[in-house]
Protein backbone atom coordinates (compact mmCIF):
# COMPACT_ATOMS: atom_id res chain seq x y z
CA UNK A 1 0.00 0.00 0.00
CA UNK A 2 1.69 3.44 -0.87
CA UNK A 3 1.37 5.75 1.48
CA UNK A 4 2.36 9.26 1.48
CA UNK A 5 3.07 11.42 4.35
CA UNK A 6 3.50 15.18 4.11
CA UNK A 7 5.32 17.78 6.56
CA UNK A 8 6.23 21.48 7.01
CA UNK A 9 3.66 23.53 6.02
CA UNK A 10 2.57 26.51 7.99
CA UNK A 11 2.99 30.17 7.12
CA UNK A 12 5.10 32.63 6.11
CA UNK A 13 5.63 36.02 4.90
CA UNK A 14 5.56 37.11 1.41
CA UNK A 15 9.06 37.00 -0.11
CA UNK A 16 9.94 34.11 2.34
CA UNK A 17 11.22 30.31 1.75
CA UNK A 18 9.30 27.28 3.09
CA UNK A 19 10.36 23.54 2.79
CA UNK A 20 7.56 21.17 2.29
CA UNK A 21 8.66 17.00 2.60
CA UNK A 22 6.88 13.91 1.54
CA UNK A 23 7.89 10.61 2.48
CA UNK A 24 6.62 7.91 0.41
CA UNK A 25 6.57 4.17 0.97
CA UNK A 26 5.15 0.83 -0.80
CA UNK A 27 6.21 2.20 -3.97
CA UNK A 28 6.72 -0.96 -5.70
CA UNK A 29 7.26 0.40 -9.76
CA UNK A 30 10.55 1.49 -10.71
CA UNK A 31 9.17 3.90 -13.17
CA UNK A 32 7.37 6.71 -11.25
CA UNK A 33 6.40 10.46 -10.12
CA UNK A 34 6.55 11.74 -6.91
CA UNK A 35 4.59 15.19 -7.44
CA UNK A 36 3.23 18.29 -5.42
CA UNK A 37 -0.21 19.54 -6.40
CA UNK A 38 -1.70 22.34 -4.74
CA UNK A 39 -5.14 23.38 -4.69
CA UNK A 40 -6.20 27.00 -4.10
CA UNK A 41 -9.77 27.76 -2.32
CA UNK A 42 -12.17 28.25 -5.29
CA UNK A 43 -9.65 26.78 -8.31
CA UNK A 44 -8.63 23.37 -9.66
CA UNK A 45 -6.11 21.29 -8.64
CA UNK A 46 -2.73 22.08 -10.33
CA UNK A 47 0.48 20.36 -10.10
CA UNK A 48 3.28 22.53 -9.63
CA UNK A 49 6.65 20.30 -9.21
CA UNK A 50 7.35 16.48 -10.12
CA UNK A 51 10.28 13.91 -10.01
CA UNK A 52 10.99 11.32 -11.96
CA UNK A 53 12.51 7.67 -10.83
CA UNK A 54 14.78 6.43 -11.68
CA UNK A 55 15.90 9.25 -13.77
CA UNK A 56 15.74 12.24 -11.14
CA UNK A 57 14.83 14.47 -13.77
CA UNK A 58 12.77 17.33 -12.33
CA UNK A 59 9.83 19.51 -13.52
CA UNK A 60 8.22 22.43 -12.36
CA UNK A 61 4.71 24.04 -14.10
CA UNK A 62 6.07 27.32 -15.81
CA UNK A 63 4.12 29.39 -13.81
CA UNK A 64 6.29 28.36 -10.17
CA UNK A 65 9.35 27.07 -12.12
CA UNK A 66 11.40 30.36 -11.02
CA UNK A 67 10.82 29.78 -7.20
CA UNK A 68 9.41 25.96 -6.73
CA UNK A 69 12.64 23.46 -6.57
CA UNK A 70 11.52 19.68 -5.98
CA UNK A 71 14.47 17.52 -4.99
CA UNK A 72 15.17 14.56 -3.16
CA UNK A 73 16.02 14.37 0.64
CA UNK A 74 18.78 13.25 2.32
CA UNK A 75 17.02 9.78 1.80
CA UNK A 76 15.99 8.07 -1.39
CA UNK A 77 11.96 7.78 -0.15
CA UNK A 78 12.06 12.03 1.01
CA UNK A 79 10.72 14.38 -1.47
CA UNK A 80 11.29 17.92 -1.20
CA UNK A 81 9.14 20.91 -2.14
CA UNK A 82 11.04 24.31 -1.78
CA UNK A 83 9.32 27.36 -2.46
CA UNK A 84 11.09 30.52 -2.87
CA UNK A 85 9.86 34.11 -2.53
CA UNK A 86 6.45 33.04 -1.88
CA UNK A 87 3.40 35.30 -2.79
CA UNK A 88 -0.39 35.40 -1.32
CA UNK A 89 -1.05 33.53 -4.74
CA UNK A 90 1.01 30.43 -3.30
CA UNK A 91 -1.99 30.20 -0.61
CA UNK A 92 -3.16 26.60 -0.98
CA UNK A 93 -3.49 22.97 0.22
CA UNK A 94 -0.13 21.24 -0.98
CA UNK A 95 -0.56 17.57 -1.63
CA UNK A 96 2.06 15.06 -2.22
CA UNK A 97 0.75 12.45 -4.75
CA UNK A 98 2.99 9.92 -6.99
CA UNK A 99 1.94 7.44 -9.72
CA UNK A 100 3.39 4.72 -12.07
CA UNK A 101 4.39 5.74 -15.05
CA UNK A 102 3.48 3.62 -17.95
CA UNK A 103 6.63 4.43 -20.57
CA UNK A 104 7.30 7.65 -20.88
CA UNK A 105 4.44 9.27 -19.66
CA UNK A 106 4.49 12.56 -18.04
CA UNK A 107 3.94 13.53 -14.68
CA UNK A 108 2.46 17.03 -14.83
CA UNK A 109 -1.30 16.85 -14.28
CA UNK A 110 -3.25 15.70 -11.65
CA UNK A 111 -4.65 13.19 -13.55
CA UNK A 112 -1.65 10.94 -13.69
CA UNK A 113 -1.11 10.80 -10.03
CA UNK A 114 -3.06 7.87 -8.09
CA UNK A 115 -1.75 7.91 -4.64
CA UNK A 116 -2.39 11.16 -2.31
CA UNK A 117 -1.29 12.31 0.97
CA UNK A 118 -3.55 14.08 3.24
CA UNK A 119 -2.19 17.43 1.79
CA UNK A 120 -0.70 19.91 4.21
CA UNK A 121 -2.15 23.84 4.29
CA UNK A 122 0.45 26.78 3.47
CA UNK A 123 -0.50 30.15 3.88
CA UNK A 124 1.18 32.90 2.46
CA UNK A 125 0.20 36.13 4.33
CA UNK A 126 2.20 39.05 6.63
Known amino acids: QVQLVESGGGSVQPGGSLTLSCEVS????????VGWVRQIVGKEREAVAS????????WAASSVKTRFGILRGSSENVVLLRIFDATPGDTAMYYC???????????????????WGQGIQVTVSS
Open 26 to 33: GMTSSNYC
Open 97 to 115: AAGSRSGYEPCTTPAFFKH
Open 51 to 58: IYSPSDFT
